[in-house]
């Protein structure tokens, strides 16, 4: 079944997609986004992956540049939806791989598809890589003092239990910083280079004039 495949290989990953476009929306693989879908056109997308491959691409917009995307995004399964009675539906991605954006392609459908391409972002598809290199006593120790800072608490037993990876990325997608910030995660090459610049954020959050926002 097609909603069970698991892709090993970037060849197997689909060379054009539907975009939904989405300023402040971060998915990483192996992450999960909770979306609230009810604009008609992307209404429409949803039901034609979930009649296909359930994929779709997530990328952010520019603000600055007359709602331009970005070139990098990730896409993402549909794991779970629900359909309400408004014309609403709610569904949740599960990333898969980033990639490139390339030409736009010339579509009868009311939503954007583009060529795309995974090569750069093979190891995507490979759990946990890179992990070992994650600094992640030094992530524990600025997180600590961001929710002291916003007098926040956490389950610190579930925070010690978490793969790398996961707590990495997870901390990545509730960070309340900016769309251009937001991307620099998206984009750091590595898992343990997308730390160093969450916990370099974070700081200067924390020095900066005024503290920080708490997590959403």
């Given at each position: 079944?097609?909603?069970?495949?698991?892709?090993?290989?970037?060849?197997?990953?689909?060379?054009?997609?539907?975009?939904?476009?989405?300023?402040?929306?971060?998915?990483?693989?192996?992450?999960?986004?909770?979306?609230?879908?009810?604009?008609?056109?992307?209404?429409?997308?949803?039901?034609?992956?979930?009649?296909?491959n359930r994929l779709i691409a997530m990328i952010q917009?520019?603000?600055?540049?007359?709602?331009?995307?970005?070139?990098?995004?990730?896409?993402?399964?549909?794991?779970?939806?629900?359909?309400?009675?408004?014309?609403?539906?709610?569904?949740?991605?599960?990333?898969?791989?980033?990639?490139?954006?390339?030409?736009?392609?010339?579509?009868?459908?009311?939503?954007?598809?583009?060529?795309?391409?995974?090569?750069?972002?093979?190891?995507?598809?490979?759990?946990?890589?890179?992990?070992?290199?994650?600094?992640?006593?030094?992530?524990?120790?600025?997180?600590?003092?961001?929710?002291?800072?916003?007098?926040?608490?956490?389950?610190?037993?579930?925070?010690?239990?978490?793969?790398?990876?996961?707590?990495?990325?997870?901390?990545?997608?509730?960070?309340?910083?900016?769309?251009?910030?937001?991307?620099?995660?998206?984009?750091?090459?590595?898992?343990?280079?997308?730390?160093?610049?969450?916990?370099?954020?974070t700081e200067m959050s924390m020095s900066?004039?005024?503290?920080?926002?708490?997590?959403?």
């Amino acid at each position: 079944m097609k909603s069970l495949k698991e892709y090993n290989n970037i060849s197997e990953l689909p060379p054009k997609l539907s975009v939904f476009p989405l300023p402040g929306a971060l998915l990483l693989p192996r992450t999960q986004l909770p979306l609230n879908i009810f604009e008609p056109r992307y209404l429409e997308m949803i039901d034609d992956a979930l009649s296909d491959n359930r994929l779709i691409a997530m990328i952010q917009t520019q603000a600055d540049n007359k709602g331009q995307l970005f070139k990098i995004g990730c896409v993402g399964k549909i794991v779970s939806y629900n359909e309400l009675t408004n014309n609403r539906m709610l569904i949740t991605l599960s990333g898969v791989c980033r990639f490139s954006v390339g030409q736009e392609l010339e579509v009868v459908t009311p939503y954007r598809q583009f060529q795309v391409d995974y090569s750069e972002f093979s190891n995507d598809l490979l759990k946990g890589f890179d992990e070992e290199k994650v600094d992640r006593e030094k992530l524990q120790a600025c997180l600590k003092k961001y929710l002291d800072h916003n007098n926040l608490e956490v389950d610190w037993e579930s925070i010690k239990n978490s793969p790398t990876e996961l707590l990495v990325n997870s901390l990545c997608l509730l960070s309340p910083y900016r769309p251009e910030e937001k991307q620099a995660l998206l984009e750091a090459k590595t898992l343990s280079e997308r730390n160093e610049i969450l916990i370099a954020m974070t700081e200067m959050s924390m020095s900066s004039e005024g503290g920080t926002e708490q997590i959403q």
